[in-house]
């Protein structure tokens, strides 16, 4: 994909949703501003839109505009500073057998598969369920020039895989996926600490992790990678 605008984010045209029911909070309106999609949208100017709490997903790039909540925060690693906890350093030792290799392009039928069962047992009350092939291929399968799959293999079984941007910013986590029957290994844990050993060995500063809600028990996980920083107010804060 080619992008070839100006960097200068003010000047690009936002899209505001009609107000939908929250996937994260019960009895909640939310509503979604996009960038206009028929924008060709550099590197540049996705890392810059990446610092302002933007997120990417599929061919969006996107940020919550609700009317009456600002309860997702996005949050981001500081990978150099990253020190991980006794449970992820439990998790880490749990998983040397596995192999992880970077690449552009993926089997669409061997990771629909695992997506498929990630989906079913993880997200069957979401809007992804119940999932299909095109719709996969239009989500995971919508790689941007500076799109990377990461593949966690066990005996050159496809386990996990982590779908990351990588901007001059540091790497962005855009999703994530596991067989479930391996739910004991703690992939999408394994998955976030491998993306910050890549992220400091390649001399970037973050990880993005998208959007916490404090009050969801599905964005928990993202609390627990510390130090970390939330974007409150328009400026990123630490936190502890």
Not at 10 to 39: G, M, Q, W
Request: aromatic letters at 12%; hydrophobic letters at 35%.
């Amino acid at each position: 994909m080619t992008r070839d605008i100006s960097p200068d984010v003010n000047k690009i045209r936002l899209y505001l949703t009609e107000p939908h029911p929250c996937s994260y909070l019960d009895n909640r309106e939310a509503t979604t501003a996009f960038v206009d999609p028929k924008i060709e949208i550099t590197d540049d100017a996705y890392n810059h839109l990446s610092l302002l709490g933007f997120r990417r997903s599929g061919q969006y790039v996107y940020t919550p505009r609700c009317a009456t909540c600002q309860a997702c925060i996005p949050v981001r690693v500081q990978a150099a500073k990253f020190k991980p906890s006794r449970q992820q350093r439990r998790c880490l030792k749990r998983n040397t057998d596995i192999t992880v290799a970077s690449t552009t392009t993926i089997d669409l039928h061997e990771h629909f598969d695992v997506f498929e069962r990630y989906v079913n047992a993880r997200h069957s009350d979401g809007d992804m369920h119940p999932t299909s092939l095109n719709q996969f291929e239009n989500f995971i399968g919508a790689a941007w020039d500076c799109t990377r799959y990461l593949e966690f293999r066990l005996d050159n079984q496809l386990i996990c895989s982590a779908v990351v941007d990588w901007l001059s910013s540091g790497l962005s986590a855009i999703y994530t996926y596991f067989d479930p029957d391996f739910h004991k290994r703690s992939l999408g844990t394994y998955a976030i600490l491998k993306q910050i050993e890549l992220t400091e060995a390649y001399n970037l500063s973050y990880v993005y992790l998208g959007y916490w809600i404090r009050d969801s028990d599905k964005m928990s996980y993202k609390s627990n990678f510390h130090p970390m920083q939330l974007y409150i107010n328009k400026r990123w804060v630490d936190v502890g």
